[in-house]
T-cell receptor, first 110, second 113 residues
Framework: LAKTTQPISMDSYEGQEVNITCSHN???????ITWYQQFPSQGPRFIIQ???TKVTNEVASLFIPADRKSSTLSLPRVSLSDTAVYYC???????????FGSGTRLSIRP | DAEITQSPRHKITETGRQVTLACHQT?????MFWYRQDLGHGLRLIHY???????NKGEVSDGYSVSRSNTEDLPLTLESAASSQTSVYFC????????????FGPGTRLTVL
């Protein structure tokens, strides 16, 4: 099972672009990369998922280099409401034992 | 709208008591999961199920059990609650056969005194 490493915490300001990088050196061929967001006292919520190159949705972009040993979650023009913990996960659906690391605590200031 | 619910949302119990946490989803998902989250940590998988009558142990399954008698429910039982099981418990579900996202419930905060 691929282990992920992300920064423990990050700070930024409203209106800035925030990039959170996750390392997953032993990612397997079948593994997808998924990011979740968690607010206090709530369950995690899916943000974005990708396999390679770049994926973009209405919330974020996910950049995955060719070797897939890392990925970067990009949040454009953050607001105070983006203050949360962000988890990077790698896994394959049949494995099911997708491991949540400690996540990155993102704090957005006015 | 389809949803996933957990009950109770808060529970205080005593060491040695049996406790059951309920999880119910209306998406008809085959895959269901139970996680625990301790302060300042990520989620750790307790048990999971791929369908009715199927249950599997996760990385922290000792002291916990689950049963899957229908698609909608996966109750989590603490056979003899211990203080080390004080935590926030999250249930999740996901469609089978894909990399689709997991949908998480609102969580149950359990305190074992």
């Amino acid at each position: 099972l691929a282990k992920t490493t992300q920064p423990i915490s990050m700070d930024s300001y409203e209106g800035q672009e925030v990039n959170i990088t996750c390392s997953h050196n032993n990612i397997a061929t079948n593994d997808y990369i998924t990011w979740y967001q968690q607010f206090p006292s709530q369950g995690p919520r899916f943000i974005i998922q990708g396999y390679k190159t770049k994926v973009t949705n209405e919330v974020a972009s996910l950049f995955i280099p060719a070797d897939r040993k890392s990925s970067t979650l990009s949040l454009p023009r953050v607001s105070l409401s983006d203050t949360a913990v962000y988890y990077c996960l790698v896994g394959y659906s049949s494995a099911s034992k997708i491991i949540f690391g400690s996540g990155t605590r993102l704090s957005i200031r006015p | 709208d389809a949803e996933i619910t957990q009950s109770p949302r808060h529970k205080i119990t005593e060491t040695g008591r049996q406790v059951t946490l309920a999880c119910h989803q209306t998406w008809n998902h085959n895959n269901m999961f139970w996680y625990r989250q301790d302060l300042g940590h990520g989620l750790r998988l307790i048990h999971y199920s791929y369908g009715v009558q199927d249950t599997n142990k996760g990385e922290v399954s000792d002291g916990y059990s689950v049963s899957r008698s229908n698609t909608e429910d996966l109750p989590l039982t603490l056979e003899s609650a211990a203080s080390s099981q004080t935590s926030v418990y999250f249930c999740a579900s996901r469609p089978s056969g894909s990399e689709d996202e997991q949908f998480f419930g609102p969580g149950t905060r359990l305190t074992v005194l």
